[in-house]
């Protein structure tokens, strides 16, 4: 019997910059496009991909609202992570010039960061709900000389021509997505792991001070720290946390441990392989 290829789950249309990180990162899986970042999760949870795609942060506008909180509750682990620059294209129908194109739709996030670009061409813009979505449309659009700001996947998707490439203000901008998967994998597979975890800490004076103390005591380095209210309550807190390390390094487990003093949760989200763009 032939076997299934496996699929991963991703948010948004085919084309999007999240199925840019899918093609980018497991080229042989066969990419599921989501609505929502809780029908990519509920994807894989239901059988219907192996792997979901997730983007956690961006180099310009940070955290990508409410995944922190989706994290814990997926049932999903961190695998690995990967990186996408984001490259943005100007495309339109076969035929259309550049010259010709005086309109542009495009995600309200990718307007600002091609504004030098389309000022200097006089080329007014319009908000849309994905940018691939857009791509999608203005394929269908007979005659249509308006343009889109999306990546070159969309353009080859939607067989749309990619009149200017690059066209970002900025040259840095990168998202940061992380691949899950119903099981956790705990096995040193690169020279520089990563360990996710989410902690609530007592309702004790310093509690936060101190149960951070372990990890500068044993030179653990700890990439990332932020807090995100939980329940409705204001003093209910829990702390996201990504640490350089393995759970089986020894300061790593010492600083784990004293972690757990002063903790009354802590769930281990990942451990997974640093992406070399890391740095």
Do not use: W
């Amino acid at each position: 019997m032939a076997q299934t290829p496996p699929r991963i789950a991703f948010q948004g249309a085919l084309g999007a910059y999240s199925h840019e990180a899918c093609i980018q990162a497991v080229p042989e899986m066969i990419p599921v496009p989501c609505t929502t970042f809780e029908g990519v999760i509920r994807a894989v949870r239901e059988g219907r991909a192996d792997l979901a795609m997730l983007p956690v942060e961006n180099t310009t506008y940070g955290r990508v609202a409410d995944i922190h909180r989706l994290l814990p509750e997926s049932g999903l682990k961190i695998v690995a992570e990967a990186f996408v620059r984001v490259r943005i294209a100007l495309m339109a129908r076969p035929g259309v010039t550049l010259e010709e194109v005086k309109h542009v739709r495009a995600h309200l996030v990718l307007l600002p960061q091609a504004r030098s670009f389309l000022d200097a061409h006089g080329i007014t813009s319009e908000a849309a709900a994905d940018s691939a979505g857009a791509a999608a449309d203005l394929a269908e659009t007979a005659g249509s000389h308006d343009g889109v700001l999306a990546s070159e996947v969309a353009a080859d998707i939607h067989g749309l021509e990619v009149l200017a490439r690059d066209i970002e203000d900025m040259d840095h901008n990168t998202t940061r997505f992380l691949l899950m998967s119903p099981q956790i994998d705990t096995a040193r597979r690169g020279d520089k792991m990563l360990t996710t975890f989410v902690f609530e800490v007592r309702n004790i004076p310093a509690a936060l001070y101190k149960a951070m103390g372990g990890f500068a005591t044993n030179g653990v380095n700890m990439t990332k720290l932020e807090s995100y209210m939980v329940g409705g309550s204001f003093t209910a807190t829990q702390f996201y946390a990504d640490i350089e390390g393995h759970p089986e390094d020894p300061a790593v487990k010492r600083a784990l441990d004293e972690l757990g003093y002063f903790t009354n949760m802590l769930n281990v989200l990942g451990v997974y392989p640093a992406h070399p763009d890391r740095g």
